[in-house]
């Protein structure tokens, strides 16, 4: 029997990149600043202050990005598959049904958030895989953005409980019982669903390109996986090679 290699694109995030040329810049702009200081005698001058502050930041920022997956997306021809520093969750392409950009609309006002939107055909399937550790760190990263779609809906004041904290016991309409941060986790997706019809957030940060283009990607995965992964290595192949 012969087995085919399976394709495989993987995507860099933007806010990922360049993080160990920030830091390098960073360190070496700190150690020449600390050598002038210390050859030139005189105090330290409100200028080389505001520079070796710069370059505290520069290494903090390089730092935070060097921590961070060096793909933060994977897509197969089954599945999705996002990697965050603290683990990672998975789509199956049978389980996608769409993507989009997450909208609430209330008295002829639009809010879009700055991630794109999935749409599950079976949330159970989603939750039996994800482990606990991630589940809760997204609750916790992601909670701005429910938070402004919350707020969208209760200008008046009137929130349900349940939109601002996730209770710890879920129950799916299968039956299907979890506890909890990966009930917490169900229930953020409930509620999300509820008020913008889309069950997961992929934030923009963890993207390669715009939340629009991505958005038609997936989209374009889900159709047809096979072409659309092919076409997409061989415009990166076309890219390198230019």
């Known amino acids: ?32 600043i600390m050598l002038v200081n210390l050859l030139r005698p005189g105090e330290i001058s409100l200028l080389e202050i505001f520079l070796v502050s710069l370059c505290l930041a ?3 920022v390089g730092f935070l990005k060097t921590q961070e997956p060096f793909y933060s997306l994977v ?3 089954q599945e999705l598959i996002y990697q ?7 789509v199956k392409q049978k389980n996608f049904q769409h993507s989009g950009i997450p909208k609430v609309e209330q008295e002829f006002e639009q809010l879009e958030l700055n991630a794109v939107g999935i ?3 079976n949330t159970d399937e989603f939750l039996s895989q994800l482990a606990p550790r991630i589940a809760g760190k ?10 402004q779609v919350v707020q ?17 016991h879920y129950t799916s309409v299968h039956g299907c019982s979890f506890d909890g941060l990966i009930a917490m986790f169900a229930n953020r997706m409930r509620h999300l669903q509820q008020l913008t019809g889309y069950d997961l957030l992929l934030p923009a940060s963890a993207l390669d390109s715009s939340i629009w283009d991505f958005s038609r990607s997936l989209n374009a995965w889900r159709s047809n996986p096979v072409v659309f992964i092919q076409s997409q290595l061989e415009r990166k192949t076309f890219d390198n090679k230019r």
């Open 58 to 60: 520069a290494i903090f």
């Open 119 to 121: 749409k599950l055909y």
């Open 1 to 32: 029997m012969v087995k085919c290699k399976q394709s495989v694109l993987k995507l860099r995030a933007q806010g990922a990149r360049n993080g160990i040329e920030i830091l390098t810049v960073g360190a070496i702009g700190l150690i020449f």
């Open 84 to 90: 965050h520093k603290y683990g990672y969750w998975s």
């Open 138 to 147: 997204l609750l916790i990263e992601q909670r701005h953005l429910f938070m």
């Open 75 to 77: 897509i197969t021809e």
């Open 152 to 168: 969208k809906h209760c200008k008046n004041g009137n929130c349900p409980s349940e939109w601002l904290i996730e209770d710890n």
